[in-house]
């Protein structure tokens, strides 16, 4: 688990940009001491913000979980990127995101590194990936002087989240690949934010179908909205390039 401050009810989105650079850090110094650890194949960082996330603490912390296996999710996400490199010789996540960009229908905002966008097909409504924008498959090798520009966008993405929606109880996790595979050319690491607004219930869990109440085209646009109203010296990285 990593502590994520010492005030026991500042939630992320309230926090400094430098404390926030300091929590990337440490996921990313933890991500890369356990991944020497032969056995450990696969390892999770998420986090769970209010008590329909899932979380049993109050205090703002992180989970980092090692395993000797990826679960079946992110296998077949992996399978699904591997086919995808086979059969056009390129990264499905880049492919994907100049697609968006060039759309700029689901892209929240941009800046030089990231992009911030709300999928195609969201399985809940104002589903937020965070993409860096270079071509990366692990978080663990990503350029931890990056790390900073990372937390200020991190920062105001959840900010807007925060501000926009109340508050939302919410799971935020790293996207990344197997410890073997950190060098491949197609999976590309990505930070996803999943606002638990609506109740995950039997049709969903029996089917594998989620039901989404909101297009990301439209939860694009509120959450543009959003950033434009906050004051002028909040969330400028999405203020700029919104």
């Avoid at 309230?14 to 110094?29: D, G, N, R």
């Avoid at 059969?87 to 880049?94: E, P, R």
């Avoid at 937020?128 to 920062?155: M, Q």
Wanted: aromatic share 10%; hydrophobic share 40%; charged share 20%.
């Amino acid at each position: 688990m990593i502590i994520e401050s010492p005030s026991h009810n500042t939630p992320m989105a309230l926090m400094t940009y430098q404390q926030i650079e300091k929590v990337l850090v440490a996921y990313q110094k933890r991500y890369n001491t356990l991944k020497k650890i032969r056995q450990f194949k696969f390892i999770t960082i998420f986090k769970n913000h209010g008590w329909v996330s899932g979380t049993s603490l109050a205090h703002p912390h992180t989970q980092l979980i090692a395993t000797p296996i990826a679960a079946t999710y992110y296998r077949r996400k992996f399978d699904v990127a591997v086919d995808y490199y086979d059969d056009v010789g390129k990264c499905l996540y880049c492919d994907l995101l100049a697609e968006e960009l060039e759309q700029k229908e689901r892209v929240v905002a941009q800046t030089k590194e990231f992009v911030i966008l709300h999928p195609y097909a969201s399985r809940t409504a104002y589903e937020t990936w965070i993409i860096p924008k270079r071509h990366c498959a692990s978080f663990g090798l990503f350029t931890s002087t990056h790390l900073a520009t990372l937390a200020v966008v991190l920062k105001d993405t959840l900010l807007c989240l925060y501000r926009g929606l109340d508050n939302p109880d919410f799971n935020l996790m790293v996207d990344t690949t197997t410890t073997e595979d950190e060098e491949d050319p197609y999976y590309h690491w990505h930070i996803r934010i999943v606002p638990r607004l609506t109740t995950i219930a039997g049709f969903e869990i029996g089917s594998g179908i989620y039901i989404n109440t909101a297009l990301p085209e439209s939860t694009a646009r509120t959450m543009k909205q959003v950033a434009h109203s906050l004051p002028e010296d909040e969330c400028l990285s999405l203020k700029q390039q919104a």
